[in-house]
Each structure stands twice: as C-alpha cells, then as structure tokens.
C-alpha cells in the first residue's frame, strides 16, 4: 500500500539568509555615505534572517497585547500586556540603535545606517511602530530646550528599560504619540482635547484620543487646544516620584495587520502635560516629527516588497511544475522580474531619501527642500503600490501565500498601514501640492533632482517634460493631485535608477513605468527586455 502522507515538491522556509543582502540597499548604503556601518547593518540582517528572530516576529503577531484596565482588586492600572517576544524584538531594535540613537551619533550617514537596519529589520512591523515614534520624537522635543536635555539622552540610550517608573529613573525611554481624535483624524486642528495651564508651568490635559499606539511608551507627544490654538504637549505615563499619570485606556484596537503593537483608544482625565514649542503653535511644532515618520512607512513599504519578493523568488527556485522550475518558466519570469523593478526603484528612492533626511538635519538646506517635497511624493506612491505588490508575490506561493503559516500574509495585512500612517493618500498628495505653493524652493530642488538624469533615456527625458506641463497650470490641481504626485514620484524613481542602478532595471523601468509599454498587473512586461540581471537581484541570499 502505498504512502498517501509522502510529502513532495514543497518549498524548504527561507530562514538562514541575510535579509541586508539586497544589492540596491548594499548599493545605497555606500553611496549614501554609511559604507562605515556595513558590518553591523550586516550582521543584524543575518540575525533578521535567523530562524530565531522569525519566531519572535511570528509569536508577537500571533498572540497579541492584552489589556488591563484593573488589577484583581479593582484598582486601576491601565496597563498593556506583552509576550516575551515582543520584548525581545524591542530590545534588539533598541541596542541596534533603530530608535532614537542617531539623534546621538554625528558621524554623517548615522540615519542613512539607521534607515537600513530599519529596513533590514523587517522581522514585525509592529514593534517597528514604537520605535519609528521614539526616532521621531527627538527632533520635536527639541523646540523645549529643558525637556530636550532631561530626556533626549534616556530616549537616544541604547538600552530597553520595561516598566512603567519615573521616566528619570530608567535608563532608557521610549516614546509614543497621541494625536488623532475620532471626530477629525488627519484633521488634527478639529481635535477638542484642551490644555488649561498650571501656576507650576505644566498643563491639564482632559480629552478623548482615538489612536494612540504602543500605550506602555514612558512618553507621549499630543495635540490639545488651548487658548492660542492647537499645541503641542509631552504627556509622561509616570510622573516625576513615581504617580501614574491620568491616562485611562477605553480598549485596544482589533487592527486588520500590525497586532503585536497595542493601538489603543485613551482618555486624558487631568493629565498632566509639559508644553512643547509655542502655544498655538503646535502643527509646526510636529513638522519635523511627520518627516521621520513619513520616511519610515517608505522605509516600511520597501522593506515589504523586498521581503514579500525574496519570500517568492525563494519559492520559485524551488518548486516544480509543468516538469519545470518555476523559476525557469517564462511567465512566472516575468512576474518576478516586475517585482524586482518595483522594488528596485522604492528601494533606491528611499536611500536618496534617507541621505537628504541625513544632510538635510545636519543644515543643508538644498536637501531639506528636496527632502520636503520628494518625500511626500514618495510616501504616496511607493505606500501605494506596496499592497499590490506584496499581493502578487503571495499569489506566486498559490495556495499556501494565503495560509498564515507562511508569514507571507502577514506581510501583507501589514502593507496598507504604511499609506495610512502619518497621512492617507489623498493627505499626502494635497500636501505635496502644499510645499510647491508655499515653499516654491522644493520644487527647484526636485526638479533639480530629475534634471541630473536628463539625456540618459528618452522616455525619461519624455516624463520630465509631461511633469513640467502638469505643471503649469493650476486649473483643477486637487482633482489632478494624484495624477500629479505618481508623475513626480516616477520622475524621482526613473532619476535615481538611470544614475545608479544597473542598465538592465533602468532600461525595464523607463520602458514600462515611463514609456507605458506595459499592462494593468504585475507579469506584463514587454518582450526584449533583459529579465536574468534583473531576476537574480531579487535572488535571497
């Protein structure tokens, strides 16, 4: 009789590989000046790539937080409960210097190196969140000197302090955010939390917040309103001595993706908040914070794409049918070598990024203008084409893409976070539009930028021109908003890969997103192109 239960032609886990071996983030690292931090953006790629590291990622996915709003004798304790793995994860992103550390380091290419581990580190993007707020935090906190010097060093320490105490007592801080209300979400000025001041110089907070992640953060940055207007507020979980300050947390979300990260909905019943930056003032307080934000769903996105695609081409390599590899099918070619371009070109984007966001914070102004505008676009393309991509990449596994087993799903739960975060698509796109009205210098810089690859391909050259007479009229720009915004985030893309990448992928690139010979899906590129290069750089170590 024979076996029914023999087990056959199934792909082996991709584990033991280094999830830093991308050759166009290898690439960008060097050029964007952190080639120094090579071996340890290495190093936390082959333990990303352990199988260790993914179990903690998939037991902090699979049993998420719980909360606690009362101990067993009916106290309140407001507290979020977390399973070792979550920690663990937290604790290697934090001594990996992921969370607010560059704000500490002044070699130039600190956040470019903080970028790629970032990226490399794609094991739960839950926790990412958490640290992605603390990185963010720093520079905000900075328009009140005092509070900046009290706790800029905790929050940039590389060490992972659990517990809620005296945020001076701890040797390491982490950081939140409390800003959108259930009647405005991205409109944060609708918000009606308000601030009455202290004769002591702090503030009393009392308002209900709709999303407020990572709720066992030691800090938190909020908006309230006072008499002046919208203000910014850093709101501490203990105060100073030890009390509990006044947070109480109503539930926790049940979130399509991201559920190792409690998202929960609060309400500030006299809390006690210290103010950052001017009264009135607190929009442009958090200007800043939403740049290293918005840089992170980019980096977020990418890293998705880029995990979703190896998790394929892996698959493919080993999986037969039709009496081939899949990987040697030409139609399964074509899918795979599409993906690669898409990542490609959110992956080199993203690098430029992170080295305008590096220069841009160390005072050049001609990066920060390109930083400003290039960055918006970027988040609202490449957060975009995220889900479709990682959705065709699931597609490659057939079946088992959509078993949670495979993980591959769960990278895809998480894609449609990273275009909501910091400003949903149409939020993005009007704020693109935004800087070029207010801040007519991020436009010179961006098509500075484009101008730098003109005369290497004619179909790019062909874009720049199609961008430049968009341009020009202001006739139904919001209409035309998303249309703007995908030809400049193309633009930026075809720049960075006619320059860097290898001809190959820019080639594919202009012939398709540019020169539009390509079809509605993933797998429609034309004939002629040169798919080997292409395929073996999306190749997992």
């Known amino acids: 009789m024979s076996d029914t239960h023999e087990v056959f032609n199934q792909v082996p886990p991709l584990v033991g590989h280094n999830t830093a071996a991308d050759p166009a983030l290898l690439e960008g690292i060097e050029r964007e000046g952190a080639g120094w931090a090579l071996p340890e953006i290495e190093a ?4 990303a790539g352990s199988e260790q590291a993914q179990e903690w990622g998939r037991l902090a996915e699979r049993v998420p937080p719980r909360l606690h709003t009362h101990d067993r004798n009916g106290r309140r304790v407001d507290e979020v409960e977390y399973v070792p793995a979550y920690h663990q994860l937290m604790q290697t992103a934090v001594e990996n210097g992921l969370h607010a550390a560059p704000w500490a380091d002044d070699r130039p290419g600190a956040h470019v190196a903080r970028a790629a581990k970032f990226y490399a580190w794609n094991v739960d993007a839950g926790h990412g969140c958490p640290i992605s707020m603390t990185y963010a935090v720093v ?9 900046a010097a009290r706790f800029e060093p905790l929050l940039t320490n590389r060490e992972y302090d659990v517990g809620l105490r005296d945020p001076e007592t701890k040797r390491g801080l982490i950081a939140g955010m409390s800003m959108t209300e259930k009647q405005g979400g991205s409109d944060v000025r609708a918000n009606t939390t308000t601030a009455t001041a202290q004769s002591d110089g702090t503030y009393v907070l009392r308002g209900h917040k709709w999303f407020t992640s990572a ?14 207007g919208v203000t910014c507020f850093l709101v501490p979980r203990v105060l100073s001595g030890g009390e509990r300050n006044a947070m109480r947390f109503m539930r926790l979300k049940d979130k399509l993706g991201n559920r190792s990260n409690a998202s929960s ?12 930056g001017e009264e009135g003032k607190g929009v442009k307080t958090i200007v800043e914070m939403v740049n290293m934000t918005r840089l992170d769903c980019v980096i977020g996105s990418s890293a998705g794409m880029r995990t979703a695609l190896t998790t394929a081409a ?23 070598a599409d993906l690669q371009i898409e990542s490609e070109a959110a992956t080199t984007a993203m690098m430029r990024l992170a080295g305008a966001n590096d220069r841009a914070i160390r005072g050049d102004g001609g990066e920060a ?6 960055l918006a676009v970027t988040k609202y393309y490449v957060c975009k084409r995220a889900p479709m991509a990682v959705g065709e990449a699931l597609e490659c596994l057939g079946g088992n893409g959509y078993i949670e087993d495979f993980d591959i799903a769960r990278v895809y739960r998480e894609m ?7 400003g949903s698509g149409n939020v993005a796109a009007l704020d693109a539009l935004r800087a070029m009205a207010k801040e007519p210098d991020t436009l010179d810089a961006f098509l500075a930028e484009a101008d730098l690859a003109t005369g290497a391909d004619q179909r790019y050259d062909d874009a720049v021109d199609r961008l430049r007479k968009e341009l020009t009229s202001f006739d139904d720009i919001q209409l035309r908003a998303r249309r703007i915004v995908e030809q400049m985030a193309l633009v930026f893309q075809g720049s960075q890969l006619l320059r860097h990448a290898p001809a190959a992928v820019a080639n594919a690139f202009c012939a398709t997103r540019l020169g539009r010979d390509w079809g509605g899906a993933f797998g429609t590129l034309p004939t002629g192109l040169d798919l080997a290069p292409i395929i073996e750089r999306a190749l997992p170590e």
């Not at 203008?369 to 290039?374: D, F, G, K, Y």
């Open 265 to 276: 909905e609060i309400e500030y019943d006299a809390a006690v908040g210290w103010l950052v």
């Open 314 to 336: 892996h698959h493919a390599r080993h999986r037969s049918a039709f009496g081939d590899q899949l990987i040697d099918q030409p139609a399964m070619r074509n899918v795979l």
């Open 44 to 47: 936390l790629g082959r333990l």
């Open 139 to 147: 520079p905000a906190l900075r328009a009140n000197p005092e509070l």
């Open 416 to 422: 449609p976070l990273m275009s909501i975060w910091e």
């Open 369 to 374: 203008a390109l930083r400003r505008i290039a």
């Open 215 to 228: 709720p066992m953060s030691d800090m938190f940055l909020t908006l309230a309103q006072t008499p002046a």
